[in-house]
């Protein structure tokens, strides 16, 4: 099982925000800020838990990029070959 602490996954969701925040806008920003749910009082924001469970909780990845490609706004090819890049571990 995979597991990864909510701790972390704010920290992944964070340079996500940083580097999508050109194609998300203020309103996908808001929406990423809005779906993510604090830290259940029973789980240590450090400890490592399910990913099923994080992915509830904090949304990344995925969650991102659907907000870009339902934009109003023209989804940057740069971006995107960049992140295929980083995602295929050509870029470190």
Request: aromatic share 6%; proline share 8%.
């Amino acid at each position: 099982m995979i597991k990864m602490s909510y701790q972390e996954a704010i920290k992944i969701q964070t340079a996500q925000i940083a580097y999508y925040r050109q194609s998300l806008g203020r309103k996908g920003i808001l929406k990423i800020r809005h779906n993510t749910k604090p830290c259940p009082i029973d789980i240590h924001p450090e400890e490592p838990i399910s990913i099923i469970t994080i992915n509830r909780l904090v949304p990344r990845g995925g969650s991102f990029e659907s907000l870009i490609r339902h934009s109003p706004m023209e989804y940057d090819n740069l971006n995107c070959s960049w992140h295929d890049a980083i995602r295929r571990g050509l870029i470190p």
